[in-house]
C-alpha cells in the first residue's frame, strides 16, 4: 500500500464495543494509510455509506440492532457498494457465521483479536501497489460538481415568495390573512392560484374569484400547498430536454405531494403539510441539475435510458452524486427542517432509514405510487421498486398495493388538470 496521503484508505469501523473501535483504530494508524471512521449499527453504518462510500468496511457480525447480513444484503442492491470489501471480525470463531459471512459476499472473516501483521496483510492483499484505485481526485477538465455545491444558495435560491409562505407556515401565530397578504402581492402568481382551485380537481360549483375566498372555502394549509406548489414550479421551468421534459416533471412532482399527504393518513404522527412538500421537493436535485449541469445531467439521461438502469445510479457513476444527495443539499440551503432534508436525501435509498423514520419512507412510497399510475415523467427510465421495509413501516404488503392506490383516492386527470 502506498501510504501518500492523497491514497489513504478509508475504513468503515464497525461495532458495539468503543474498546474494540479504539483497538481497530490505533492499528490502522500504526499501518498508517488509512483514515477511519465509526459506526455501531447497520442503520449509521448505511448513512455513513450513502453519504461517502468507503474503501473497506471492517464489521462485527453482531451489531446494536441486526447483524452483518442484513448489512452484506443491502450492499448488493447498488452497484457501486458491491465493490467495497467487508471484512467480519468475530470473537466467537463460529464455522456457522464464517460460513454464512462469506456466502453473503464477505471477502473474509478474522478472529478478534485484530493484530497489525493480520490486518496489514489483508490490507496488502485488498489494494496492491499499481492496482487501479478508488481515487476521488477530478480528472483534468472534469466539473468539480461537489465544490460548486457549496454555492448552493447562489445556484437554487427559495424563491423569496416561497420563503415567506414557508415562514408564515411554520409561524404558530399566524392566519390566513397573513397569508393571503403574502399572495396578493403577487399578482400573476395570484391569477394561477386561482385557476388551480377552479380546475376540475377541486370541482366547485362556482367560480372562485378571490384569494380570501378560496382560503375560506380550502383552508389556510391547501392554499399554502398551492401557492408554495406554483410560485417554486414558476421559478424553474425551463426549456425542455427531450429526456426531461419539465411539465411533466412538475406534474410529477406535484402528483407525488399530493400522494405523499394521502399516504400520510396511514401513520398519524406525520404532518400532513411536511408530506406535501416532500412529495413536492423530492426530485429538486434533477431540476439544479438540469440547470446548472446540463451537459452532463443530459448525458446521464442518455446512458439511464441507453442502458436501461435507473438515473440516480447511472448520475453517481458518471459524477460520483445523484440527484437526491443534490436535492438534500437544496434543501439543507433553504433551511427545510432535518427530517424533510433526509427524506429528499434518502428516497432512493431507504434502506438507511429505520422502521420510526417515516418521511424517508413516505417519499419512496409516494415516488414509486407515481411512477406506477404514470403520473408526468421525471426522467427515470427504470424506477424503484418498493421497498419491503418502507411497506413494513406503513403496515403495507407488495400484494395490496393497487387496494392502496385505491383507497388514496387520487384523481390523476384533475392533477394534470391543475398544473
Not at 448520475?315 to 434543501?331: F, K, R, Y
Request: hydrophobic share 40%.
Amino acid at each position: 500500500m502506498n501510504a501518500g496521503n492523497g491514497d489513504r484508505k478509508r475504513v468503515l469501523l464497525l461495532d458495539t464495543s468503543p474498546l474494540v473501535m479504539r483497538n481497530l483504530e490505533r492499528v490502522l494508524k500504526k499501518i498508517g494509510d488509512c483514515v477511519s471512521e465509526q459506526a455501531d449499527s447497520v442503520r449509521t453504518a448505511l448513512l455513513s455509506i450513502s453519504q461517502n462510500p468507503p474503501d473497506l468496511i471492517l464489521t462485527e457480525w453482531e451489531l446494536s440492532d441486526l447483524t452483518a447480513a442484513e448489512l452484506l444484503q443491502v450492499l448488493k442492491t447498488r452497484k457501486e457498494w458491491k465493490e467495497i470489501p467487508v471484512i467480519i471480525c468475530t470473537s466467537s470463531g463460529s464455522t456457522e457465521i464464517s460460513n454464512e459471512a462469506l456466502k453473503l459476499g464477505a471477502r473474509d472473516v478474522m478472529k478478534k483479536p485484530i493484530n497489525q501483521q493480520s490486518l496489514r496483510k489483508h490490507l496488502d492483499q485488498l489494494f496492491p501497489e499499481g492496482s487501479q484505485k478508488r481515487s476521488k481526485k477530478e480528472l483534468p477538465g472534469k466539473r468539480n460538481i461537489r465544490s460548486e455545491l457549496r454555492h448552493i444558495g447562489k445556484l437554487a435560491p427559495l424563491p423569496i415568495l416561497a420563503k415567506s409562505i414557508i415562514e408564515i407556515s411554520a409561524d404558530p401565530n399566524a392566519s390566513a390573512r397573513n397569508l393571503a397578504a403574502v399572495v396578493k402581492k403577487d399578482q400573476s402568481l395570484t391569477a394561477k392560484i386561482l385557476k388551480i382551485v377552479n380546475s376540475a380537481y377541486y370541482g366547485f360549483y362556482r367560480k372562485i374569484g378571490n384569494v380570501d375566498h378560496a382560503i375560506v372555502i380550502l383552508g389556510f394549509n391547501e392554499i399554502k400547498n398551492i401557492s408554495l406548489a406554483a410560485c417554486i414550479i414558476r421559478a424553474y421551468v425551463d426549456d425542455s430536454d427531450p429526456l426531461f421534459n419539465r411539465e411533466k416533471f412538475w406534474l410529477h412532482a406535484l402528483g407525488s405531494a399530493y400522494i405523499s399527504r394521502a399516504l400520510s393518513s396511514f401513520k398519524p404522527t406525520l404532518n400532513t403539510e411536511d408530506a406535501f412538500v416532500i412529495g413536492l421537493l423530492h426530485d429538486i436535485g434533477k431540476v439544479v441539475l438540469a440547470q446548472h449541469f446540463t451537459d452532463l445531467f443530459s448525458r446521464c439521461l442518455n446512458l439511464a435510458k441507453k442502458r436501461k438502469q435507473p438515473l440516480h445510479k447511472v448520475s453517481a457513476e458518471v459524477m460520483e452524486i445523484d440527484h437526491a444527495e443534490v436535492g438534500g443539499l437544496v434543501a439543507e440551503g433553504w433551511r427545510l427542517p432535518v427530517p424533510l432534508v433526509r427524506a429528499i436525501q434518502f428516497h432512493h435509498n431507504p434502506a438507511v432509514a429505520g422502521k420510526d423514520d417515516y418521511n424517508i419512507h413516505l417519499a419512496h412510497l409516494a415516488n414509486y405510487f407515481c411512477h406506477s399510475n404514470r403520473i408526468g415523467e421525471s426522467g427515470n427510465p427504470v424506477p424503484d421498486e418498493p421497498f419491503a421495509g418502507s411497506l413494513k413501516a406503513f403496515g403495507l404488503d407488495k400484494q395490496d398495493l393497487d387496494d392502496v392506490w385505491r383507497s388514496l383516492m387520487i384523481d390523476t386527470q384533475s392533477v394534470k388538470n391543475a398544473l
